[in-house]
């Protein structure tokens, strides 16, 4: 029974930072991806990047990479998402989610886009 957490969210002013933490736990394969997404209300859902858990490489959009990053800890379950500079904008609901790396993976790399097929419950970011 596969459960993702997503943690870190809040409230903070315009060129802050917070650190979103999601915690992927029952996974039934040892190497698989996890991604990080955002979405705005009425709006569509956006990829921010994601790991694959076997090499660690992370991935970040080009358009967030120069303000956020991904760390995956020593528990490869986990994947931080890091972001500074906030901006108005970057206000979403973020979510993780995690997929094979067969179907969302190449090149020891993995793909960000929507169709991750087991997502956390997200956790809300506003910045003003």
């Known amino acids: 029974h596969v459960q993702l957490v997503e943690s870190g969210g809040g409230s903070v002013q315009a060129g802050g930072s917070l650190r979103l933490s999601c915690v992927v736990t029952?996974?039934?394969?040892?190497?698989?991806?996890i991604g990080w997404f955002r979405q705005v209300p009425g709006k569509q859902r956006e990829g921010v990047g994601a790991?694959?858990?076997?090499?660690?490489?992370?991935f970040v959009v080009h358009s967030m990479k120069d303000r956020f990053t991904l760390s995956q800890g020593a528990a490869k379950n986990t994947l931080t998402l890091q972001m500074n500079n906030l901006k108005p904008e970057d206000t979403a609901v973020y979510y993780c989610?995690?997929?094979?790396?067969?179907?969302?993976?190449?090149?020891?790399?993995?793909?960000?886009?929507?169709?991750?097929?087991?997502w956390g419950q997200g956790t809300q970011v506003t910045v003003s």
């Open positions: 029952g996974y039934p394969y040892s190497g698989y991806c």
């Open positions: 989610a995690v997929d094979s790396f067969a179907d969302m993976g190449s090149g020891g790399t993995c793909y960000v886009n929507n169709l991750y097929r087991t």
């Open positions: 790991v694959y858990t076997t090499t660690r490489s992370t």
